[in-house]
């Protein structure tokens, strides 16, 4: 049995027009001014924070829609749940992401006092998170989601320091230099 679902943002694509709409505690949305003559196809995209993001629009004609007859169904994501702690076991308000290129803000959590963070829309397979507090050295590791899965325990070890020189090509100090760091271990994450 499905439920209904309030809240859904429901964006609608027709003829290079997008208009957005959320649907009402019944699960509907409303479009009043739509004219099914004017409009050869219709693409929608619905999405909600607790669920797992569609991978692409949906197509549908104005007579499904106009008569009712379609249906979206969002799937609920996995909740990841855990706790960050470091390497004395004292509980970090750390920011933990999910995935090595985070697109989303449902993609990062901030830990509470006790260190505790929760994701509750990941899909089943590998995901890497990775957790990071002042003072601590950051942690990257890959977790397996499933149903029912195990919290998940990060501990953060005590950070250290990285030192270079920048020199210009006469081996001269060049002063205020910029330096990015645009990856580490493998994933833009930090």
């Not at 619905?46 to 249906?71: I, R, T, W």
């Not at 006092?113 to 509750?120: E, L, T």
């Not at 089943?124 to 195990?150: S, Y």
Request: contains cysteine.
């Amino acid at each position: 049995q499905s439920n209904l679902l309030q809240d859904v943002s429901v964006k609608v694509l027709t003829d290079g027009l997008t208009r957005v709409f959320k649907t009402d505690a019944n699960g509907l949305w409303l479009w009043q001014d739509f004219d099914p003559y004017d409009i050869n196809g219709v693409q929608i995209f619905a999405s909600h924070p607790a669920y797992v993001m569609p991978e692409k629009f949906q197509k549908a004609n104005p007579d499904q829609l106009k008569n009712l007859a379609f249906e979206t169904v969002l799937e609920k994501g996995i909740s990841i749940t855990g706790r960050v702690v470091d390497w004395q076991q004292a509980p970090l308000q750390a920011t933990v992401i999910k995935g090595p290129f985070p697109t989303a803000n449902s993609d990062i959590a901030q830990c509470d006092a006790n260190g505790n963070f929760k994701f509750s829309k990941a899909e089943e397979g590998i995901v890497i998170l990775t957790a990071q507090c002042e003072h601590a050295a950051p942690a990257v590791i890959p977790v397996e989601v499933k149903p029912l899965m195990d919290h998940i325990l990060i501990t953060l070890q005590p950070s250290a320091s990285i030192m270079g020189q920048i020199i210009d090509i006469n081996g001269a100090p060049v002063e205020n230099a910029l330096v990015t760091v645009t990856s580490w271990q493998g994933v833009q994450s930090l």
